[in-house]
């Protein structure tokens, strides 16, 4: 019973290319959750979703990242033209409808912008 | 005001002692509540929900205060094993979860 997948585990970017992580939730989880860690800091919410919706986006910056969920595929979290502020560990959780013990996380994909 | 409190830390410890983390949460629709363990450079991990009643798993204790809006979390005979760092996490409604900061341990030998 594989866990949350993530993947890449490491990405190396230059500033202002793309950078594009993705997330293969548990079986049978139906909801994905993004979250950013920058180094020496606590996990901060970025978006959650749900098969092709968007639920809560309230922490994702309101430029060059954006995220998708599609009916088929994992999730993929997407930034665009990225700075060296962007590095950071970018961990994704699942969860059945009823999350009743709480989040499964990946784990997760280290962004360095060079 | 954030959903989600803790003190950061970090707690510094030796081998064998009593450690107490606390947490407090700013909705008192608040449903449920976990700890998560954190390693270092690691994700995230359910050490153990809490209960009303309070609850244990070894050397470990958690009990959350309803009426003043905390939840605690007790570690025994302290292993250096048990260096992480401590999330609270507390659950409002349906699906969204609120990540405290993190309490730091290290546990010296």
């Known amino acids: 019973n594989a866990g949350v997948m993530q993947n890449p585990r490491h990405l190396v970017r230059r500033r202002g290319q793309e950078a594009r992580l993705r997330c293969s939730p548990m079986?049978?989880?139906?909801?994905v959750y993004w979250y950013r860690q920058l180094p020496e800091e606590g996990l901060k919410f970025m978006v959650y979703?749900?098969?092709?919706?968007?639920?809560?986006e309230s922490g994702m910056p309101k430029e060059r990242f954006s995220a998708e969920f599609p009916k088929e595929g994992p999730s993929i979290l997407r930034i665009q033209q990225v700075v060296r502020g962007d590095s950071a560990a970018y961990f994704c959780a699942s969860s059945p409808d009823r999350p009743n013990y709480g989040y499964t996380f990946g784990s997760g994909t280290r962004l360095t912008v060079v | 005001r954030k959903e989600v409190e803790q003190d950061p830390g970090p707690f510094n410890v030796p081998e064998g002692a009593t450690v107490a983390f606390n947490c407090t949460y700013s909705?008192?629709?608040?449903?449920?509540f976990f700890w998560y363990r954190q390693d270092c450079r690691k994700e995230p991990k359910l050490l153990m929900s809490v209960y009303s009643s309070g609850n244990e798993d070894g050397r470990f204790t958690a009990q959350l205060n309803r009426a003043s809006q905390y939840i605690s979390l007790l570690i025994r005979d302290s292993k250096l094993s048990d260096s992480a760092t401590y999330l609270c996490?507390?659950?409002?409604?349906?699906?969204?979860?609120?990540f405290g900061t993190g309490t730091s341990l290290t546990v010296i030998p």
């Open positions: 079986k049978g989880h139906s909801h």
């Open positions: 909705n008192s629709a608040s449903q449920s």
């Open positions: 996490v507390v659950n409002v409604a349906g699906n969204q979860f609120y």
């Open positions: 979703l749900q098969k092709e919706n968007i639920i809560d």
